[in-house]
């Protein structure tokens, strides 16, 4: 029986061997299979994120240049009011019944009465009583 054992022994070796090596291989295409699906899902969210990358970036790019045409814009209002203050104290300069008036006005607000503007102003009757009305107008509150 003993050399019957060791007959079948070097086959039933191969056969356990053989059985060994498909578990293994089995085993092998399994983790395989899951690391394939794992490289899968990761390239997925690689592709995504990439996506997202190339459309914020496109969007950034849109906004600095928005932002960089508004700051043109304002730097030109500025230069532009700028140029208007200017041209509006020359012809402030230039005028110089504006600057009677604007000084009559300022009287008015003191508290000066006709007899004051007439004299101080060099303005007639009638102008000196209209700059009072329209003080005393424009200091009254606004009715609804």
Known sequence: MLS???????????ILAVIISWLMVRRERKAR???EAKFAATELVLKNSRHQHESLLKQ???LRAGTIGMSQKLADM??????????????AMLDPDGKLYSRASKMVELGADVD???????????EA????????????????
């Not at 007959?7 to 191969?14: D, G, H, I, S, T």
């Not at 500025?78 to 012809?91: K, N, T, V, Y």
């Not at 004051?116 to 009638?126: F, Q, Y």
């Not at 009583?129 to 609804?144: N, T």
């Open 4 to 14: 019957l054992v060791l007959q079948w022994l070097p086959v039933a070796v191969a």
């Open 33 to 35: 299979q899951a690391l």
């Open 60 to 62: 950034f790019t849109e």
């Open 78 to 91: 500025a230069e532009h009011l700028e140029m208007i203050s200017d041209r509006q104290g020359e012809m």
């Open 116 to 126: 004051e503007l007439m004299e101080e102003c060099d303005l007639p009757k009638a």
């Open 129 to 144: 009583e209209l700059l009072l009305r329209l003080q005393q107008k424009m200091a009254q509150p606004r009715r609804r």
